[in-house]
């Protein structure tokens, strides 16, 4: 096992800082004359009233999610997206100059751009040919400085899984936090790592509701951890980061999951119908397998087909000069009308090639 200890890698500031004390942390209840947080008592310039700052900790929504996640709320952190808990485990974890993070590429871009902005040490160890983990690759990285490594699982850009084992020997063997991002969670058999959030006291997990819950407008992700590492970040965030009205539309949307499930079954569907359309064009070289709502997918020449696409008014995601990715573009499954006019542009488009 590995030893890993909560104090040793929070920055010792941040394990003795006084958090801000909201208005609504020194009376919790509902009923009352409020004149504590300088609020308008007469209501708001919109229709609907947002006078009242919101619960700092949302713990309606908390609530509704402990049998959803099945797991206790203390174990569950609410950000302004899932930017939020990367920016904030970052800061809670690495000194600037001075401490190292973990990534993986061709991954997710905000790891790097979160740990750019703290001036934290970015050490990179690329994924093997087939997109998995590089075992030996990063426990060799691995310097006592390094505070966090970053797995993306299913893996933005490239759709897959990562290995379970590759995964359990990193929380094994390394003292710092190993942050498991399910972003892509509901779109893949594979279960999530929040069950051995007990077993691994330095394994955080992050989902997200903009992706199967629809909910990209509202900005939450969810971050799952030990109690005391939820306390750390409640502690340094900004006391009211989740807004009013996305906490009410999260409280509609959490009583409407089997909406959620529906819409995963329409994408899961369309992402399998496009996969073979896909694979049908002479243009494609590869359809990459996936697990999440997103096919990475390489072409002859992926700028021409990407200018086209645009000319088109299609917008799909270059990632043709992404490590490991050459000549791929990253398309999101779509409706299936959409998918259908993706591919009969392409269909144009393979045809011009063959007059021109
Ligand atoms: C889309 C995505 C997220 C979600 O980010 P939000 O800030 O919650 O919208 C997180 N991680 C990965 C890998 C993603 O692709």
Redesign the pocket.
């Known amino acids: 096992m590995s030893n890993f200890d909560l104090n040793k890698i929070l920055r010792p500031h941040i394990l003795s800082l006084a958090p801000y004390s909201s208005a609504r942390d020194e009376y919790t209840g509902h009923i009352g004359i409020f004149l504590d947080a300088n609020e308008n008592p007469y209501g708001s310039v919109t229709e609907a009233d947002y006078n009242r700052y919101p619960d700092p900790y949302q713990a309606n929504i908390k609530q509704k999610l402990v049998p959803i996640k099945n797991i206790s709320a203390e174990q569950i952190f609410l950000g302004n997206?899932?930017?939020?808990p990367i920016d904030l485990l970052t800061r809670a974890t690495c000194t600037p100059g001075k401490d190292h993070v973990i990534i993986l590429p061709p991954?997710?871009g905000?790891y790097e751009v979160s740990a750019s902005i703290h001036d934290i040490i970015i050490d990179k160890v690329s994924l093997t040919s087939d997109y998995l983990i590089d075992i030996q690759g990063v426990l060799s990285a691995v310097t006592p400085d390094t505070k966090i490594i970053w797995i993306?699982s299913p893996?933005?850009p490239t759709g897959n899984v990562m290995q379970h084992e590759a995964i359990q020997t990193i929380l094994e063997n390394f003292n710092g936090l190993v942050v498991v991002?399910e972003?892509?969670i509901d779109f893949t058999e594979t279960p999530s790592w929040i069950q051995h959030l007990d077993q691994y006291p330095n394994l955080v997990v992050?989902q997200?509701?903009?992706?199967a819950w629809g909910l990209?407008g509202i900005?939450?992700?969810m971050c799952f951890a030990s109690a005391g590492l939820i306390r750390i970040l409640n502690k340094i965030k900004p006391p009211y980061n989740i807004s009013l009205p996305a906490q009410q539309a999260l409280l509609q949307g959490l009583d409407s999951i089997e909406k959620k499930d529906k819409m995963v079954a329409e994408i899961l569907k369309e992402r399998a119908s496009l996969c073979n359309m896909l694979a049908d064009l002479s243009l494609v070289i590869k359809v990459h397998p996936t697990d999440a709502n997103f096919l990475l997918v390489q072409f002859e020449d992926a700028k021409a087909v990407m200018d086209y696409l645009i000319s088109e008014t299609i917008i799909v995601r270059d990632r043709s000069r992404v490590h490991l990715c050459d000549g791929c573009l990253r398309i999101t499954v779509g409706t299936k009308e959409e998918n259908e006019t993706l591919i009969e542009s392409l269909k144009k488009f393979q045809l011009n090639g063959i007059m021109a």
């Open positions: 997206g899932s930017d939020e991954t997710y905000m993306c893996n933005n991002d972003a892509y992050l997200t509701f903009s992706k990209a900005r939450v992700g």
